[in-house]
């Protein structure tokens, strides 16, 4: 739950800036973030947490830095890390979405009315974004959640890992596992339902 709570309130902020990133004009900045999400977006998220954990722990720079180790030398951390940036790449391709679909009136009538580029950002662009991005963010919680479980490959003892240390105590592999997905399912039911609330409150019907 801490990996999936912290990878959905932090990797959110992230990935709404990088999508704000994306679409701006500066084209350094712009291409600068369409080359990190395709690289977190076209790759494993299992090969990004071994990287993270097993290939930057044995750079001395990294573990001379007390911060940087702090974060990388845990392996709850390092899980944690990952899944923010793994999913900061997805969350900006959904937002980035958003933003382009939005109806070019509006932001020029924002312009024509007098208000800043910030001002129509926060008043207009932002709240219109969200609401068409909230139905293809609801699956990328869905799949933070699930991923989680990869941390249990770092010897981070979440649902999964546990379900390992106990099928290799009890060998009950089939009570285990349906315990651990009906654990996973809750998560998601109840992640997903917060979701639907929030998206129907939000609705332009309301």
């Given at each position: 739950?801490?990996?999936s709570v912290f990878g959905i ?20 900045l712009s291409r600068s973030a ?36 702090w974060i990388v030398g845990d ?132």
């Amino acid at each position: 739950m801490l990996i999936s709570v912290f990878g959905i309130a932090l990797g959110l902020p992230f990935g709404i800036a990088l999508a704000v990133i994306r679409t701006s004009k500066n084209r350094i900045l712009s291409r600068s973030a369409d080359i990190y999400c395709a690289v977190f977006r076209g790759t494993p998220m299992l090969v990004q947490i071994f990287v993270l954990y097993y290939g930057l722990g044995q750079l001395s720079i990294i573990r001379n830095n007390p911060v940087i180790w702090w974060i990388v030398g845990d392996s709850l951390h390092a899980a944690i890390l990952a899944v923010i940036l793994n999913t900061g790449a997805y969350t900006a391709e959904i937002f980035r979405t958003a933003l382009l679909s939005l109806p070019r009136g509006l932001i020029e009538a924002s312009q024509a009315c007098g208000l800043s580029v910030w001002a129509t950002f926060r008043h207009v662009k932002f709240p219109l974004a969200v609401r068409q991005a909230l139905p293809a963010y609801s699956s990328e919680v869905a799949i933070i959640v699930k991923e989680s479980s990869l941390a249990s490959t770092i010897t981070v003892l979440e649902i999964t890992g546990y379900a390992k240390r106990l099928m290799s105590e009890t060998f009950a592999i089939m009570d285990i596992f349906i315990i651990t997905s009906a654990f996973y399912l809750m998560m998601n039911v109840i992640s997903l339902t917060s979701l639907k609330l929030i998206e129907r409150k939000l609705s332009f019907g309301k």
